[in-house]
């Protein structure tokens, strides 16, 4: 059980260009999503906390408006990169978690972005 | 404010050594703490999940203590073997918001 699906798994698109990333808990009701990014050799970085039904709580540093999360269901969240550059390329993971007992994250696969 | 830490940050080991990797926090208010494995350019994988009142945790060749008063975790991986290589992460949860801190890893080579 608790298994977190991303898609897509890898995604090369152009400067200038949105692209989406979808976030699914499949056996459970996620309550709560984070968005991670990482760069090579480094851990993660937390970008945002979403609580279904909620506006995203954004970590100082990450521009809310160029990466738009929608948590619109208990069992999927979304991360959109809005205006896609170069230096957004990195691995994105999301975690989900029903903020009840074990209160573990279960994290999805991660999704390669890389913008050309 | 919270810091994990974790040494050491690289570690390499012929196939069959018993080995420990530490991880160290400053604050002893956690919910809990949970070790992960992370393979080049793949996702976590979670190994084992330690909750406050819990003193270790097993699975398999993988034994995980946790002293919250002295602010340390071990994660103790008996009889390595090559396909134990990876970055090892741990991270603690401080609180409801359920946000993980993490530690910046330690990338273990086990040599054939």
């Known amino acids: 059980g608790a298994v977190v699906s991303q898609h897509p798994s890898r995604v090369i698109c152009k400067s200038g260009t949105s692209v989406k990333i979808e976030c699914r808990s499949l056996?459970?009701?996620?309550?709560?999503m984070f968005w991670y990014r990482q760069f090579p050799k480094q851990s993660l970085m937390l970008m945002a906390t979403s609580n279904e039904g909620s506006k995203a709580t954004y970590e100082q540093g990450v521009e809310k408006d160029k990466f738009l999360i929608n948590h619109a269901s208990l069992t999927l969240s979304t991360l959109t990169v809005t205006s896609a550059h170069p230096e957004d390329s990195s691995f994105y993971i999301c975690?989900?978690?029903?903020?009840?007992?074990?209160?573990?994250?279960?994290f999805g696969p991660g999704t390669r972005l890389t913008v050309t | 404010k919270q810091e994990v830490t974790q040494i050491p940050a690289a570690l390499s080991v012929p196939e069959g050594e018993n080995l420990v990797l530490n991880c160290s926090f400053t604050d002893s208010a956690i919910y809990n703490l949970q070790w992960f494995r992370q393979d080049p350019g793949k996702g976590l994988t979670s190994l084992l999940l330690i909750q406050s009142s819990q003193r270790e945790q097993t699975s398999g060749r993988l034994n995980a203590s946790l002293d919250k008063s002295s602010g340390r975790s071990t994660l103790y991986i008996a009889a390595s073997q090559p396909g134990d290589s990876a970055t090892y992460l741990c991270a603690v949860n401080m609180d409801s918001n359920y946000q993980l801190i993490w530690g910046a890893g330690t990338k273990l080579i086990i040599k054939p």
């Open positions: 056996d459970f009701q996620a309550t709560t």
């Open positions: 975690s989900a978690t029903n903020r009840g007992w074990p209160y573990e994250q279960y």
